[in-house]
């Protein structure tokens, strides 16, 4: 079913015209959602019994910042690519994953760069996208405790979800600041290149950002399409800045 959600999401895409870049319209207000504040603190970032790419764990200290409460809507993204800030997905027209309030996927990095830029905005770096998404305790999921597949779009959910959820749901799956659905519904584009070994070679202990090149960025949070264990907050993977995919998504970050 993925592989012919990505050619059909290639197809659409390309009955669009793209967007010109030379003077997009403002974004209105309802572009850009509601946002919650992080406070300054103390966290650890990696899991020692994870991946490979997880550890050794890095003790970190945060400065306050912001990110949104939920991931970039289709509706926003569609107010986007109207003011001709954004090419469309190839999902917009999709019965399910285009829905208004589902999460916009298929978005490639370029594009969700180019709509938090333009809401005033900009994407989390890795380190704040964990930090949201897990406080300051060790919490393996955004709630404490085991795996509860009530709590997340997973494939481990057996909910009325077999792709993606409204962005608004599970609430009951929170993380300690508010932050809804940052483990399943739709992976996230970070702003970081992905560097398999970074956590070994890396320096910075204050809000720190990521390596300065790479060939691919890091995706968090897992999608509908995964299990337990690749929805856990310290997981990592990485994807090609073009990658068009049905299961990411991404939301917003501001200092």
């Given at each position: 079913?993925?592989?012919t959600?990505?050619?059909a999401?290639?197809?659409?895409?390309?009955c669009?015209?793209h967007a010109?870049?030379?003077a997009?319209?403002?974004?209105?207000?309802?572009?850009?959602?509601?946002?919650?504040?992080i406070?300054?603190g103390?966290?650890?970032m990696?899991?020692?019994?994870?991946e490979?790419?997880e550890?050794?764990?890095?003790?970190?200290?945060?400065?306050?910042?912001r990110i949104?409460?939920?991931e970039v809507?289709n509706?926003?993204?569609?107010?986007?690519?109207?003011?001709r800030?954004?090419?469309?997905?190839?999902?917009?027209d999709h019965?399910v994953?285009?829905?208004d309030?589902h999460?916009?996927?298929?978005?490639p990095?370029a594009?969700a760069?180019?709509?938090?830029?333009?809401?005033?905005?900009?994407?989390?770096?890795e380190?704040?996208?964990?930090?949201?998404a897990k406080?300051?305790?060790?919490?393996?999921?955004?709630w404490k405790?085991?795996f509860?597949?009530?709590?997340?779009?997973?494939?481990?959910?057996g909910?009325?979800?077999?792709?993606t959820a409204p962005?608004g749901?599970?609430p009951e799956?929170?993380?300690?600041?508010?932050?809804l659905?940052m483990?399943?519904?739709?992976?996230?584009?970070?702003?970081?290149?992905f560097?398999?070994?970074?956590?070994?070679t890396?320096?910075?202990?204050?809000?720190?950002?990521g390596?300065?090149?790479?060939?691919?960025r890091v995706?968090?949070g897992g999608?509908?399409?995964?299990?337990s264990?690749?929805v856990?907050?310290?997981?990592?993977?990485?994807?090609?800045e073009?990658?068009?995919?049905n299961a990411?998504g991404f939301?917003?970050?501001?200092?």
């Amino acid at each position: 079913m993925k592989r012919t959600l990505l050619l059909a999401g290639l197809l659409l895409s390309a009955c669009y015209s793209h967007a010109r870049r030379d003077a997009p319209a403002q974004p209105p207000s309802t572009a850009a959602g509601e946002m919650v504040t992080i406070p300054g603190g103390n966290f650890t970032m990696g899991d020692r019994n994870g991946e490979p790419d997880e550890y050794p764990e890095r003790s970190l200290s945060m400065r306050s910042y912001r990110i949104d409460v939920t991931e970039v809507s289709n509706a926003a993204f569609r107010l986007c690519v109207l003011a001709r800030a954004c090419d469309p997905s190839g999902f917009l027209d999709h019965p399910v994953l285009g829905q208004d309030d589902h999460p916009a996927v298929g978005v490639p990095f370029a594009d969700a760069s180019r709509f938090c830029t333009w809401v005033g905005r900009r994407l989390p770096t890795e380190a704040e996208w964990e930090y949201a998404a897990k406080g300051t305790d060790f919490r393996k999921w955004p709630w404490k405790g085991a795996f509860d597949p009530k709590k997340v779009n997973s494939s481990a959910a057996g909910d009325d979800h077999p792709l993606t959820a409204p962005v608004g749901a599970y609430p009951e799956g929170a993380s300690p600041f508010g932050a809804l659905n940052m483990s399943g519904n739709a992976a996230e584009w970070v702003t970081d290149f992905f560097d398999p070994t970074y956590y070994r070679t890396a320096t910075n202990t204050t809000h720190p950002s990521g390596p300065t090149s790479g060939r691919e960025r890091v995706i968090r949070g897992g999608s509908y399409l995964d299990g337990s264990h690749l929805v856990r907050v310290s997981a990592r993977r990485a994807k090609l800045e073009t990658e068009v995919d049905n299961a990411i998504g991404f939301r917003c970050a501001a200092d």
